[in-house]
């Protein structure tokens, strides 16, 4: 009788172990694919929709947990800036791209889709912001979206005029007024930045690459049935 007591205790115990394990495999599961029963386009539509009554255009990222940020597009300040934007990402252009460099009192950064910081589109656009000539008076802060460039430490004119794809989304209003005038800012996060939050708050390393990826799954932009010119390109 004892050892048929102990027999059915030990079974008892094995379920309950693998009961648990089945719970921790479930709940990381829905934390890592954080996206119920909707897909990423209808992440998407949900989102934009909390937007539909602004007049700009409404930039939604959707990365691969399912966590969303909106940002509004400034057309007035950096015109073909936003016109880049919205025809690279609504022909699905930043889909599958990672955030490859995160400093996270500074600026999370994505839109290479070599995940190295060297790729772009293809092209180059000019710089819109006011040391190029360009009457933009975004300052930078914490939430705006702004234009990365290539840098030339002896001549910076000449690097002016060599955005691609590649933008950035500051996290700290502190560290970032040093952009003003020499990156083309062109949005700010109206939704969301609590993920731009977590995905500065990654681990990364030497390089500011993040050791877990930070991957976009799905990027458009909800125009508001307003059609958009392609933009204004510069041959490499």
Same mark, same amino acid.
């Given at each position: 009788m004892k050892k048929?007591?102990?027999? *059915?205790?030990f079974?008892?115990?094995?379920?309950?172990?693998?009961?648990?394990?089945?719970a921790c495999?479930?709940?990381?599961?829905?934390?890592e694919?954080?996206?119920?029963?909707?897909?990423?386009?209808? =992440?998407?539509?949900?989102?934009?929709?909390? !937007?539909? $009554?602004?007049k700009?255009?409404?930039?939604?990222?959707?990365?691969? @947990?399912?966590?969303?940020?909106? !940002?509004?597009?400034?057309?007035?300040k950096?015109?073909?800036?936003?016109?880049? *934007?919205i025809?690279?990402?609504?022909?699905?252009?930043?889909? +599958?791209?990672i955030?490859?460099?995160?400093?996270? @009192?500074?600026?999370?950064?994505? +839109?290479?889709p070599?995940?190295?910081? #060297?790729?772009?589109?293809g092209? #180059? =656009?000019?710089?819109? *912001?006011?040391?190029? $000539?360009?009457?933009n $008076? =975004?300052?930078?802060?914490?939430?705006?979206?702004? #234009?990365a460039? &290539?840098?030339n430490?002896?001549y910076?004119?000449?690097?002016y @005029? /060599?955005?691609?794809? &590649?933008?950035?989304?500051? /996290?700290?209003?502190?560290?970032?007024?040093?952009?003003?005038?020499?990156?083309?800012a062109?949005?700010?996060? =109206?939704?969301?930045? $609590?993920?731009?939050?977590?995905?500065?708050?990654?681990?990364?390393?030497?390089?500011?690459?993040?050791?877990?990826?930070?991957? #976009?799954?799905?990027?458009?932009?909800?125009?508001h049935?307003? &059609?958009?010119?392609?933009?204004e390109?510069?041959?490499?």
């Amino acid at each position: 009788m004892k050892k048929t007591l102990k027999f *059915f205790s030990f079974i008892a115990a094995v379920l309950v172990l693998l009961s648990a394990l089945t719970a921790c495999s479930k709940d990381k599961n829905n934390k890592e694919n954080n996206t119920g029963d909707m897909t990423y386009e209808e =992440i998407y539509k949900a989102t934009a929709e909390q !937007f539909s $009554d602004n007049k700009n255009p409404v930039a939604i990222i959707v990365m691969e @947990n399912g966590d969303a940020i909106a !940002f509004e597009m400034y057309s007035d300040k950096a015109p073909n800036t936003v016109l880049n *934007f919205i025809s690279l990402a609504n022909k699905g252009f930043y889909d +599958g791209v990672i955030f490859h460099r995160v400093i996270g @009192n500074f600026m999370i950064q994505t +839109g290479d889709p070599l995940g190295t910081g #060297m790729g772009g589109p293809g092209y #180059m =656009i000019e710089g819109e *912001f006011s040391n190029n $000539d360009c009457d933009n $008076d =975004i300052s930078h802060e914490a939430g705006v979206v702004s #234009m990365a460039r &290539q840098g030339n430490p002896y001549y910076p004119a000449l690097a002016y @005029n /060599t955005a691609g794809s &590649q933008f950035f989304i500051c /996290t700290d209003s502190n560290n970032v007024k040093h952009l003003d005038g020499d990156y083309a800012a062109f949005g700010k996060v =109206i939704y969301g930045m $609590d993920t731009v939050y977590a995905i500065a708050a990654v681990e990364t390393d030497s390089k500011d690459r993040p050791l877990s990826e930070q991957k #976009m799954a799905y990027v458009r932009v909800d125009t508001h049935g307003v &059609q958009y010119d392609e933009p204004e390109t510069i041959a490499e």
